[in-house]
Antibody
Framework: QVQLQESGPGLVKPSQTPSLTCTVS??????????WSWIRQAPGKGLEWIGS???????YYNPSLKSRVNISIDTSKNQFSLTLSSVNAADTAVYYC???????????WGQGTLVTVSS | EIVLTQSPDTLSLSPGETATLSCRAS???????LAWYQQKPGQAPRLLFY???SRAAGIPDRFSGSGSGTDFTLTISRLEPEDFAVYYC??????????FGQGTKLEIK
């Protein structure tokens, strides 16, 4: 069965542009059936969808983050990535990657990776 | 923007009781486009329902989903100790493409 695993820098300084990667195993990312998504959760807070990408490279972003977000896909490595520019303390969160069938629900999810923005 | 508001924020119940969790939308959308998740501390969310009423694989039938339009409900009967967690509703296909409710914490009384 498909599994997702996030990796990221852990601690970043304000104004930096961190990148996170989601590695997909047990299935191909190069599938017309699925979108691949990033969702984040600030400490003690709820869930916020960041954006999604299709195997072709088509992307959809949350308007609230669109100006700072870029999601890319590398089908040769079975990975997709998130870059978030000009981070500040409000971007401190656990970042999850997840698969979406068409435009629907998120399943499965990765275990999440904590990104802390602090000087 | 479709805003989902869950109530109550916290629900305190005892094992064996029935939990009723509400998710209200700022505008009507198809019941086919609503999902529910359970999240336990330190874990990723787990899909419970999609299409409002379709139970995900492995979810006990003590869990049920219902609703339409702007009002959706997750009901958990005969609460077990492992059911105490935070629950989120999520819509898909609106604007933004995906939004979540703020969550309801189900805690042991």
């Amino acid at each position: 069965q498909v599994q997702l695993q996030e990796s990221g820098p852990g601690l970043v300084k304000p104004s930096q542009t961190p990148s996170l990667t989601c590695t997909v195993s047990g299935g191909s990312i190069n599938s017309a059936d699925f979108y691949w998504s990033w969702i984040r959760q600030a400490p003690g807070k709820g869930l916020e969808w960041i954006g999604s990408i299709y195997y072709s490279g088509n992307t959809y972003y949350n308007p609230s983050l669109k100006s700072r977000v870029n999601i890319s896909i590398d089908t040769s490595k079975n990975q997709f990535s998130l870059t978030l520019s000009s981070v500040n303390a409000a971007d401190t969160a656990v970042y999850y990657c997840a698969r979406v069938q068409g435009v629907s629900y998120f399943r499965p999810w990765g275990q999440g990776t904590l990104v802390t923005v602090s000087s | 923007e479709i805003v989902l508001t869950q109530s109550p924020d916290t629900l305190s119940l005892s094992p064996g009781e029935t939990a009723t969790l509400s998710c209200r939308a700022s505008q009507s959308f198809s019941s086919s486009n609503l999902a529910w998740y359970q999240q336990k501390p330190g874990q990723a969310p787990r899909l419970l329902f999609y299409g409002s009423t379709s139970r995900a694989a492995g979810i006990p039938d003590r869990f049920s989903g219902s609703g339409s339009g702007t009002d959706f409900t997750l009901t958990i009967s005969r609460l077990e100790p492992e059911d105490f967690a935070v629950y989120y509703c999520q819509q898909y296909g609106g604007s933004p493409l995906y939004t979540f409710g703020q969550g309801t914490k189900l805690e042991i009384k």
